[in-house]
């Protein structure tokens, strides 16, 4: 990923945080299999967190456009979970 116009810090800190929630979908696996917690928990934070992953990857993908078409890529917001999920069906 490049540094361009000053994106790398901003796209650096998206993909940590997708790399976060990585790794809590991981310990949300673990903890059923361990039967720290019980389905429809795992199931239920799960779908939170692919949820913010979506918002996460289309907010890169925003900015990466934007960067792109030669406009700032600061100019990109997080949309709404709704309109996400509508645009990724």
């Known amino acids: 990923m490049s540094e361009q116009s000053g994106t790398g810090g901003t796209d650096r800190r998206i993909l940590e945080r ?3 929630m990585v790794e809590a979908e991981r310990g949300l696996r673990a903890a059923l299999a ?4 019980d389905e429809s928990t795992e199931h239920r934070e799960l779908k939170d967190i692919e949820e913010q992953l979506d918002q996460c990857w289309d907010l890169l993908r925003q ?3 934007r960067v792109r078409a030669g406009d700032d890529p600061d100019g990109a917001s997080v949309r709404s979970v709704d309109e996400v999920e509508r645009y990724e069906s």
Do not use: T
Not at 34 to 37: A, L, S, T, Y
């Open 34 to 37: 361990e039967g720290r917690i």
């Open 18 to 20: 997708i790399s976060e």
């Open 63 to 65: 900015r990466r456009a």
